[in-house]
C-alpha cells in the first residue's frame, strides 16, 4: 500500500466520507513525513484508490517549497509509466486549495517486512527464503532501470519503499526525493511565492541547497559528499545494492546512528562485503553486491538496467560477467546442465571406438575395449572442458569490445548533439576525426528519424547505399529510447557482409537521429574474438535466437537461416543442436553429419555462450570440434 507507515489499516466496517465530487474517504492507510494516504474510492470508475495530500500543519512553516515538492513527486510519478512503478491517476486541489494526488492503490507487504519474517531454525533456510526474494527484487531494479532510460533518479530507494503484492507484483513508491539527471539542485527560493505559482515552482523544486538527500543506511557516498562525485544512477544502484546485502545476510551494510553511518559512507574504508557477516553466500550474487556498493562510482554498474541484467543472469544459470570463474566451476556449471548431452556424447563416441574395434580386431579382448572406451571419456571430458571455457572466453571478449564500441558511440553521439544538427562540414570533419579513432569502422554517418543518410563519412557510393539500406523505412522505432541498437547485414559490392550499430543523438529528451558507425562482419567480429578462429581447430560461429548466421568461417554460410534454409535439410542433428542453442543462453552439446560423398562420419562436440552486439541485439558464439570415425 503506498504509504510511509502502516499505521491505520483499513477496516471493513467503514462509511464514506466526501472528499471531492468524484471521491470519498474510507480511512487512513498511513501517513509519514508531510504527507498522509487516505483509502479513497473513485465514484466515477467504481474503483477503490490511494490518495495523498499534504499535512497542513507540518507544511505550515514553509509552504509553498512543500506544495512544490508534493507537485513535483506527482508529475515524475505520473511521467513514470512501468508496472514496477505505482500509477498517478490524477493531481488536483480542492475547493479549499489542499493539493492532492490519486492513485493505484496496492495491497501487500514491504521488502523489510518480508525480509524480517524469513526466520527459521537454521541460517541455510533462512538464507534460502530470503533468495526467494529475488526475482521481485530484480523486477523493481528493472522499474529503475525504466527510470533511469527516462532522464530520473529516485534518490531514496529502500526496503521501506518497496512494496511486494499477494500475486508477483513489486512495486516502487515515494518518489519525493526524484530529479533529473544532470540537474542542478537549485539556492533555497525566497518564501513569497503566491500559491498560484506553485505548479511552476515544483519543476525546479528539490530541496535546500547542499542539504543530505536519501536514507543513510542505503545513501551512495556521493549523497552526503560532492567530493565523491555527482549523484547520478549509480547511486541509484548503490542503493539497491546496498538491499541486495541485506537480503544476502539479513542485515544492514552499516549499523548505528545517521551521524556514525554517514562517517563510514565518507571514509576511505571500503564498503563490507557480504562474506563479512555470513559465509557459504552464492559467490555470483556476492561479486554482484560488492561491485554495486563499491565506493568507487566509476566501479559501480552504469544503471540500474545493468545491475538487474547481472540478477537475471545468475537467476537463470547463465555466467555472471563480473565474476571471474575458475576452469573448474565453468565445467562443473555446464556438466550440471547439460547431464544429458554429455551422457550422450560419450556414450556415441564410446559406441564408435568400441564399434571400430570390433570391426578392425574382432578377436581383441574385453579389456583393451574397456581401455580404449576409457581413453575416449578423457578425451570427451577434456574436448568438452577446452570448448565450453574457450566459448566463455570468446564471448566475454566480443561482449567488453562491444560494450566498447557502444559506449565511444554514445560520447559521440553527444558530441554531435552539442552541433545542433546532423549535417555539415562540422559533422562530416567530426565524423572523420571519429573514424581515425577505430580502425575497424568502414565508415561513419548521421542518419535521420526517417533513416535517410544527412553526414557521412567516407563519402562513398558503397557505404552510403549500405546506411541507406540498412535504415530503410525510418529507424525512429529505434530511437525512442536512450539504447543503442543493430540491424540485420547488407551484402556490399565485394561480396562481404555489411552491419551498422546506431546510437541515439538526443536533444534534451527527444531523439533527432543517430550516430551509425558500419563494420564488415568477415573483418569485425573476428577482430572481437580472443582467437583467430582461422588458426585454430575449433570451428566458430555466430547466431541469432532465429537461426540467422552472422558470422562464419566460410563467408557463404553468413546471411543463411539455420532453421529454414533448404541446405541444412540434410543436418538434422544441427539443427536439433541450433534449437538447443536458441533455447538456452550457454550450454555444452553434440551433432553428427556424414561427409558429401558417403565417406566418413563427423562428430563434432560444440559449447556456446552469449554477448551483446549492442543494448538490444544479443548473439551466441559457438565453438566445435570435430571426432571423425573412419
Avoid at 19 to 34: E, P, S, V
Avoid at 506 to 524: D, F, M, T, W
Wanted: proline content about 5%.
Amino acid at each position: 500500500m503506498p504509504s510511509e507507515d502502516r499505521e491505520n489499516p483499513r477496516t471493513e466496517n467503514h462509511e464514506d466520507v466526501p472528499y471531492t465530487d468524484d471521491l470519498c474517504l474510507r480511512g487512513m492507510l498511513g501517513q509519514g513525513g508531510i504527507g498522509r494516504v487516505y483509502l479513497g474510492y473513485d465514484k466515477r470508475i467504481g474503483r477503490e484508490v490511494a490518495i495523498k495530500e499534504p499535512i497542513a500543519e507540518k507544511i505550515a512553516a514553509n509552504r509553498e517549497r512543500a506544495l512544490a515538492r508534493f507537485v513535483r513527486e506527482a508529475r515524475i510519478s505520473g511521467q513514470l509509466e512501468h508496472p514496477g512503478i505505482i500509477p498517478v491517476y490524477e493531481l488536483s486541489k480542492k475547493e479549499d486549495g489542499t493539493y492532492f494526488y490519486v492513485m493505484k492503490r496496492v495491497e501487500g507487504r514491504r521488502l523489510k517486512e518480508a525480509i524480517a519474517t524469513c526466520k527459521d531454525t537454521t541460517p541455510e533456510k533462512e538464507l534460502s527464503m530470503r533468495l526467494a526474494l529475488l526475482p521481485s527484487f530484480t523486477s523493481v531494479c528493472d522499474a529503475v532501470g525504466f527510470a533511469h532510460s527516462k532522464g530520473f533518479i529516485h534518490r531514496d530507494l529502500k526496503p521501506e519503499n518497496i512494496i511486494l503484492g499477494e500475486f508477483g507484483e513489486a512495486v516502487l513508491l515515494d518518489w519525493g526525493l526524484a530529479k533529473r539527471i544532470g540537474e542542478e539542485e537549485p539556492e533555497e527560493p525566497a518564501e513569497d511565492h503566491s500559491a498560484e505559482s506553485i505548479e511552476d515552482l515544483a519543476d525546479s523544486m528539490k530541496t535546500r541547497h547542499g542539504a543530505v538527500l536519501g536514507t543513510p543506511s542505503y545513501m551512495a557516498p556521493e549523497q552526503i559528499d560532492k567530493r565523491c562525485g555527482a549523484v547520478g544512477p549509480a547511486s541509484d544502484v548503490y542503493a539497491l545494492g546496498a538491499m541486495l546485502f541485506l537480503i544476502l545476510t539479513g542485515e544492514k551494510m552499516y549499523h548505528g546512528t545517521p551521524k556514525e553511518i554517514m562517517r563510514e559512507l565518507a571514509s576511505n574504508e571500503p564498503s563490507p562485503s557480504p562474506l563479512e557477516r555470513m559465509k557459504n553466500l552464492p559467490v555470483e550474487l556476492v561479486a554482484i553486491c560488492e561491485k554495486a556498493v563499491s565506493k568507487n562510482q566509476a566501479e559501480r554498474f552504469r544503471d540500474a538496467s545493468e545491475f538487474a541484467r547481472e540478477l537475471k543472469a545468475y537467476r537463470v544459470g547463465r555466467l555472471v560477467s563480473v565474476y571471474a570463474y575458475s576452469t573448474r566451476e565453468l565445467f562443473a556449471r555446464f556438466v550440471a546442465r547439460n547431464k544429458i548431452a554429455i551422457v550422450a556424447a560419450i556414450a556415441v563416441i564410446v559406441s564408435i571406438i568400441a564399434g571400430a574395434g570390433l570391426a578392425l580386431n574382432f578377436a581383441a579382448d574385453a579389456r583393451a575395449a574397456r581401455v580404449r572406451a576409457e581413453r575416449a571419456f578423457v578425451d570427451v571430458t577434456d574436448l568438452s572442458r577446452s570448448a565450453i571455457q574457450l566459448s566463455t572466453d570468446t564471448a566475454t571478449s566480443a561482449g567488453s569490445y562491444y560494450t566498447g564500441v557502444v559506449k565511444a558511440l554514445d560520447d559521440s553521439a553527444q558530441r554531435i548533439a552539442a552541433l545542433k544538427s546532423l549535417r555539415g562540414e562540422k559533422v562530416v570533419s567530426l565524423l572523420k576525426d571519429l573514424s581515425g579513432t577505430d580502425p575497424d569502422a568502414l565508415a561513419l554517418a548521421t542518419i535521420t528519424t526517417e533513416g535517410k543518410v544527412a553526414a557521412v563519412y567516407p563519402d562513398r557510393s558503397d557505404v552510403t547505399a549500405a546506411f541507406s539500406a540498412i535504415f530503410k523505412g525510418g529507424p525512429a522505432s529505434r530511437f525512442t529510447d536512450r539504447d543503442s541498437s543493430t540491424n540485420d547485414l547488407v551484402p556490399m559490392p565485394d561480396g562481404s557482409h555489411a552491419f551498422a550499430i546506431a546510437a541515439p543523438i538526443q536533444h534534451g529528451s527527444s531523439p533527432v537521429g543517430a550516430l551509425a558507425v558500419l563494420y564488415i562482419a568477415e573483418k569485425a567480429i573476428p577482430t572481437a574474438l580472443s582467437f583467430d578462429p582461422l588458426r585454430s581447430d575449433y570451428q566458430l560461429w555466430c547466431m541469432r535466437d532465429d537461426g540467422f548466421i552472422f558470422y562464419d568461417e566460410d563467408s557463404n554460410q553468413i546471411g543463411r537461416f539455420l532453421f529454414t534454409d533448404a541446405m541444412y535439410e540434410r543436418f538434422p542433428e544441427l539443427r536439433a543442436l541450433g534449437e538447443q542453442i536458441r533455447r538456452e543462453p550457454s550450454g555444452l552439446g553434440y551433432y553428427s553429419f556424414v561427409e558429401r560423398g558417403g565417406g566418413n562420419v563427423v562428430y563434432k562436440i560444440a559449447a556456446w555462450d552469449t554477448f551483446r552486439l549492442a543494448q538490444r541485439k544479443d548473439l551466441k558464439v559457438i565453438v566445435a570440434y570435430p571426432y571423425i570415425s573412419r
